[in-house]
T-cell receptor, first 115, second 114 residues
């Protein structure tokens, strides 16, 4: 079975500081990894994904994520946090079953960027 | 906007009511999904439709009944719900058959069951 863990329920960071939101995964084959963000009263928005190639993936709003196969991690990063980055962040892994493609989502990490 | 719309955005219903949630995607995708998001719980995949056929039903109670009349529309029919069914219901779509493709989510329907 495929699974995703986000070890931190909450991450607090000061505006202007770098931020990291952690994600580890477990898959049987090659992982396809995704990050989504959810603002209050909104659906999830796609940020970035890793399929193959460079381990550092760049996405929307200045976010990037680093794929580390040996540590089975896909941490989300941003060099300089903004207050507007405060939201709920979800890591997800693609899980192929017989008929289609199901995403397995992590429990989410709430990011608070303090002014 | 993501190209996926959901109506209504908010719904309050009694346990004996019957209501339906609607989702429409304008992205030309061929797979659609219903998720349940409850406070302090992970996203729960409820149903998956691929090419208008249901391919996943994650042990969802029969009081939830999905319908996918075409590749652009998805409904979730609700009847005799319980208070614990109160949650944010999210619809998503993707282009099936290409495993790299991400899902696009609607804004959700906030459901409250009294």
């Amino acid at each position: 079975a495929q699974s995703v863990a986000q070890p931190e329920d909450q991450v607090n960071v000061a505006e202007g500081n770098p931020l990291t939101v952690k994600c580890t995964y477990s898959v049987s084959g090659n992982p396809y990894l995704f990050w989504y963000v959810q603002y209050p009263n909104r659906g999830l928005q796609f940020l970035l994904k890793y399929i193959t190639g460079d381990n550092l993936v760049k996405g929307s709003y200045g976010f990037e994520a680093e794929f580390n196969k040996s540590q089975t991690s896909f941490h989300l990063k941003k060099p300089s946090a903004l207050v507007s980055d405060s939201a709920l962040y979800f890591c997800a892994v693609r899980d192929w079953k017989n008929y289609g493609q199901n995403f397995v989502f992590g429990p989410g990490t709430r990011l608070s960027v303090l002014p | 906007e993501t190209g996926v719309t959901q109506t209504p955005r908010h719904l309050v219903m009694g346990m004996t009511n019957k209501k339906s949630l609607k989702c429409e995607q304008h992205l030309g995708h061929n797979a659609m999904y219903w998720y349940k998001q409850s406070a302090k719980k992970p996203l729960e995949l409820m149903f998956v439709y691929s090419l208008e056929e249901r391919v996943e039903n994650n042990s969802v109670p029969s009081r939830f009944s999905p319908e996918c009349p075409n590749s652009s529309h998805l409904f979730l029919h609700l009847h005799t719900l319980q208070p614990e069914d109160s949650a944010l219901y999210l619809c998503a779509s993707s282009q099936d058959g290409v495993r790299q493709n991400e899902q696009f989510f609607g804004p959700g329907t906030r459901l409250t069951v009294l």
